[in-house]
């Protein structure tokens, strides 16, 4: 299997639960759990029938497995929200919970998904992970059993979504009076507030972009253009593309990434998590992503960061209540799982939760709770322990970023979880510093302007814009993410960019929420403390949590070994079709497959060893060749051409097939196949490592040579 002990123990946890009942539904928070427990299932015990169930599957593999399950052939679907609603199947009559359901309004839901029958009742097992996680899934089991549900966040006023509209009312009408439409907007609850002045500013967008015509105060569509966009724009939920992610040294397709993903946290060089390990992205074009396998985990972002669902501020906060009275039960000498009370928990999530402010407190780090703030120093990382919910620390997380580059001149990275935020700094800085900024920030205010700067310059933003650009009618669907950075000053203080904006303001922070808190602060009820550690003493247990993002779903192998990456990359040149050009007499040329190659390549025609290798495709050599042989007048373009087919015979005539291995490379041309042979390679891995070394290079500057 792969995994470690603890891990085998759930797997085998959940197998028992899911024998031991007729149809099991097992939820997780993403598409990559549910892809890995299901395999890991299915590793552990084939016989058992189970299957996955999320949104990257095809419709038909959706709709086979849900037939299964209905039928009672497959036992157990591991799923994710794409089986939270619109499902009716009787015979399930267990949802299990694959870590914390991060919501009281999901885990209702997904347990609501079993016990259908008449004489049966819903019934639902968390399994949790970690400390964190098993607090987290008893404090929202127990506001699921008390009905304390969240309250529903909705947009409010979104420009995009009245544009569309009044261009529906337009052509639904065909003539409709400015006034009228501004009433009609009014009585919905949504646009109860809406102001005469924004109403004004999408119809003169609308007016401005052809798809309304304006005739006194007469509104009118126009037909040409109206229609389209109201068809094409009837979904206000983003059409994300996907990107192919390909390993460079094999070419293998390893997943796909979501769009957003590759917008926010995608660059050459970051770390992330897909398909059961870590990558590392080398390069990114316009529909691939290339990688490379990576050891090291450590601080790894999960490719579903995405897909998780925000851990409401209440939860969280509930969450640091509980820490703190278990510490006060320590002080008292007393068991900290005492302190937990009769929460629904079993004695292992207890003895868990309980060893985890043991270990906390042994460290010497105080434990952040519902009543303290951790500003823990690591150096060059800082982690600030906020028991404050996903949202509120996403915003103080990158209102800390924002704050921290200004004064170091630098740019500091940010990452942000329900518990802990931590800081990416471009030298050693001291945690106090962090901590007065904390101070600082609850002493200032005009939060909401600083935010709408910060947003702006986030790639979330950027990726935003597109999407409420393309729901406006202002760009097609064929702009693609490269475009974003442009479209950003393009439609800069425009209606555009206002409702981006409003858009990850409302979706992705809490702006309002972090105001509170910081008013908490700058009143004393909150406390911000510091401990100065350093990363060669080694961060707390709490922080592993934010500094190990990448194994939260517990099922991770092993890195893949070089040996395994260099035989894939050998194979892979081995099976490269190459073009073989005779420079000398320009009357042969072949195509054969890099593996096929004898040491010493000969044209047949007359005998000469100077013989060109290009590409398969290449006509722009074979006609500059023929031109040159026939002493006619070749363009600067052809005596370029001329001059890489002189330079790659040359290295055939000097190295034979082993420049032909070289300059079947991706990317590498004669120019770079010439630095590769002229070095001294102990062995032949050296020179396969110096050619994906190459690969690498090309694939991370191709941008700027495309």
């Given at each position: 299997?792969?995994?470690?002990?603890?891990?085998?123990a759930?797997l085998?946890?959940?197998?028992e639960l899911?024998?031991s009942?007729?149809?099991?539904?097992?939820f997780?928070?993403?598409?990559?759990?549910?892809?890995?427990l299901?395999?890991r299932?299915r590793?552990?015990?084939?016989?058992?029938s189970?299957e996955?169930?999320?949104g990257s599957?095809?419709?038909e593999a959706?709709?086979?497995?849900e037939a299964?399950?209905?039928e009672?052939?497959?036992k157990?679907?591991?799923?994710?929200?794409?089986?939270?609603?619109?499902?009716?199947?009787?015979?399930v009559?267990?949802?299990?919970?694959y870590?914390?359901?991060?919501q009281?309004?999901?885990?209702?839901?997904?347990?609501?998904?079993?016990?259908h029958?008449?004489?049966?009742?819903p019934?639902?097992?968390?399994?949790?992970?970690?400390a964190?996680?098993?607090?987290?899934s008893?404090v929202i089991?127990?506001?699921?059993?008390k009905?304390?549900?969240?309250?529903?966040?909705?947009?409010?006023?979104?420009l995009?979504?009245?544009?569309?509209q009044l261009?529906?009312?337009?052509l639904?009408?065909r003539?409709?009076?400015?006034e009228?439409?501004?009433?009609?907007v009014?009585?919905?609850w949504?646009?109860r507030?809406?102001?005469?002045e924004?109403f004004?500013?999408?119809?003169?967008?609308?007016?401005?972009?052809?798809?309304?015509?304006?005739?006194?105060?007469q509104?009118?569509?126009?037909?040409d253009r109206a229609?389209?966009?109201?068809?094409e724009?009837?979904?206000?939920?983003?059409d994300?593309?996907s990107?192919?992610?390909?390993?460079v040294?094999?070419?293998?397709k390893?997943g796909?990434?979501?769009?957003?993903?590759?917008a926010?946290?995608?660059?050459?060089?970051?770390?992330?998590?897909?398909a059961?390990?870590p990558?590392?992205?080398?390069?990114?074009?316009d529909?691939?992503?290339?990688?490379?396998?990576?050891?090291?985990?450590a601080?790894a972002?999960?490719?579903?960061?995405?897909?998780?669902?925000?851990v409401?501020?209440?939860?969280?906060r509930e969450?640091?209540?509980?820490?703190?009275?278990?510490v006060?039960?320590?002080?008292k000498?007393?068991?900290p799982a005492?302190?937990?009370?009769?929460?629904?928990?079993?004695?292992?999530?207890?003895r868990?939760?309980?060893?985890a402010?043991?270990?906390?407190?042994?460290?010497?780090v105080?434990?952040?709770?519902?009543r303290?703030?951790v500003?823990?120093?690591?150096?060059?990382?800082?982690?600030v322990h906020?028991?404050l919910?996903?949202?509120?620390n996403?915003?103080?997380g990158?209102?800390?970023?924002?704050v921290l580059s200004?004064?170091?001149?630098?740019?500091?990275?940010?990452?942000?979880d329900?518990?802990?935020i931590?800081l990416l700094?471009?030298?050693?800085v001291k945690?106090?510093?962090v901590?007065?900024?904390?101070?600082?920030?609850?002493?200032g205010?005009?939060?909401?302007e600083a935010?709408?700067?910060?947003v702006?310059?986030?790639?979330?933003y950027r990726?935003?814009l597109?999407?409420?650009?393309?729901?406006?009618?202002?760009?097609?669907?064929?702009?693609?993410?490269?475009?974003?950075?442009r479209?950003?000053?393009?439609?800069?203080g425009s209606?555009?960019e206002r409702?981006?904006?409003?858009?990850?303001?409302?979706?992705?922070?809490?702006v309002?929420?972090?105001?509170?808190?910081l008013?908490?602060?700058?009143?004393?009820?909150?406390?911000?403390?510091?401990?100065e550690?350093?990363?060669?003493a080694?961060?707390?247990?709490?922080?592993?949590?934010i500094?190990?993002?990448?194994s939260?779903?517990g099922?991770?192998?092993p890195?893949?070994?070089?040996?395994?990456?260099?035989?894939a990359?050998?194979?892979?040149?081995?099976e490269r079709d190459v073009?073989?050009l005779?420079?000398?007499c320009?009357?042969?040329?072949?195509v054969?497959?890099?593996?096929y190659?004898p040491?010493?390549v000969?044209?047949?025609?007359c005998?000469?060893k100077?013989?060109?290798v290009?590409?398969?495709?290449?006509?722009?050599?074979p006609?500059?060749?023929?031109k040159?042989?026939?002493?006619?007048e070749?363009?600067?373009k052809?005596?370029e051409?001329?001059?890489?087919g002189?330079?790659?015979?040359?290295?055939?005539?000097?190295y034979?097939?082993?420049a032909?291995?070289?300059?079947a490379?991706r990317g590498?041309g004669?120019?770079?196949?010439?630095r590769?042979?002229?070095?001294t390679?102990?062995?032949e891995?050296?020179?396969?490592?110096?050619i994906?070394?190459?690969?690498?290079?090309?694939a991370?500057t191709r941008?700027?040579?495309?």
């Amino acid at each position: 299997l792969k995994v470690s002990g603890e891990v085998a123990a759930r797997l085998k946890r959940l197998m028992e639960l899911i024998e031991s009942h007729r149809s099991v539904l097992v939820f997780t928070n993403t598409r990559e759990a549910a892809e890995l427990l299901a395999s890991r299932l299915r590793a552990a015990k084939p016989t058992l029938s189970v299957e996955a169930h999320h949104g990257s599957l095809s419709k038909e593999a959706r709709m086979e497995a849900e037939a299964g399950l209905k039928e009672g052939e497959v036992k157990a679907l591991v799923c994710t929200s794409s089986l939270e609603l619109g499902i009716d199947v009787g015979r399930v009559d267990l949802v299990v919970q694959y870590m914390s359901p991060r919501q009281v309004t999901r885990l209702v839901q997904r347990v609501g998904r079993s016990g259908h029958r008449a004489w049966e009742a819903p019934k639902g097992v968390i399994l949790a992970l970690t400390a964190d996680d098993a607090l987290e899934s008893a404090v929202i089991a127990s506001k699921a059993l008390k009905g304390e549900l969240e309250e529903v966040e909705v947009h409010e006023r979104p420009l995009d979504v009245l544009a569309h509209q009044l261009v529906g009312l337009a052509l639904d009408k065909r003539r409709v009076s400015v006034e009228e439409a501004y009433k009609l907007v009014r009585g919905s609850w949504f646009y109860r507030s809406l102001s005469w002045e924004d109403f004004s500013l999408v119809v003169e967008y609308l007016e401005g972009a052809g798809f309304l015509r304006r005739r006194g105060s007469q509104l009118a569509p126009r037909p040409d253009r109206a229609w389209a966009y109201y068809f094409e724009n009837a979904s206000m939920i983003p059409d994300a593309r996907s990107y192919a992610v390909v390993e460079v040294a094999s070419r293998r397709k390893i997943g796909q990434l979501d769009e957003e993903f590759v917008a926010v946290h995608g660059r050459p060089g970051l770390r992330f998590i897909l398909a059961g390990r870590p990558w590392r992205m080398v390069g990114i074009g316009d529909e691939e992503v290339l990688v490379e396998a990576e050891e090291d985990v450590a601080g790894a972002i999960p490719s579903w960061v995405g897909e998780l669902i925000p851990v409401p501020f209440e939860v969280a906060r509930e969450v640091g209540r509980l820490r703190r009275m278990m510490v006060e039960a320590c002080a008292k000498g007393l068991d900290p799982a005492s302190a937990l009370g009769e929460l629904a928990m079993n004695e292992e999530a207890r003895r868990k939760a309980a060893a985890a402010i043991r270990e906390q407190l042994a460290s010497g780090v105080p434990v952040a709770d519902d009543r303290r703030i951790v500003v823990e120093g690591l150096g060059r990382m800082v982690v600030v322990h906020a028991c404050l919910g996903s949202k509120v620390n996403e915003s103080l997380g990158m209102l800390l970023a924002g704050v921290l580059s200004g004064r170091l001149g630098e740019s500091v990275g940010c990452r942000s979880d329900p518990y802990r935020i931590l800081l990416l700094l471009p030298r050693e800085v001291k945690g106090g510093l962090v901590a007065q900024a904390i101070k600082e920030l609850a002493s200032g205010g005009g939060l909401e302007e600083a935010f709408r700067a910060l947003v702006r310059s986030s790639h979330l933003y950027r990726w935003r814009l597109l999407h409420v650009a393309r729901r406006f009618g202002a760009v097609g669907e064929d702009v693609k993410l490269s475009m974003a950075r442009r479209l950003s000053k393009l439609f800069e203080g425009s209606l555009i960019e206002r409702a981006a904006v409003e858009e990850v303001l409302v979706e992705k922070l809490d702006v309002a929420r972090l105001s509170e808190v910081l008013a908490e602060v700058a009143k004393g009820g909150l406390a911000v403390e510091v401990y100065e550690g350093s990363a060669e003493a080694g961060a707390s247990p709490m922080a592993y949590g934010i500094l190990d993002l990448a194994s939260s779903c517990g099922l991770m192998p092993p890195a893949k070994p070089v040996r395994l990456i260099l035989d894939a990359l050998k194979r892979r040149l081995m099976e490269r079709d190459v073009k073989l050009l005779c420079m000398f007499c320009g009357q042969w040329e072949s195509v054969r497959k890099v593996g096929y190659l004898p040491e010493e390549v000969r044209c047949p025609k007359c005998g000469a060893k100077f013989v060109a290798v290009t590409w398969r495709g290449d006509e722009e050599l074979p006609k500059a060749l023929r031109k040159h042989l026939r002493k006619q007048e070749l363009s600067e373009k052809e005596r370029e051409a001329l001059r890489r087919g002189q330079l790659s015979a040359g290295l055939m005539l000097a190295y034979g097939r082993k420049a032909a291995i070289a300059m079947a490379a991706r990317g590498v041309g004669p120019h770079t196949a010439s630095r590769i042979l002229g070095r001294t390679h102990k062995d032949e891995d050296e020179f396969y490592l110096d050619i994906l070394e190459a690969e690498r290079e090309y694939a991370a500057t191709r941008p700027f040579w495309d």
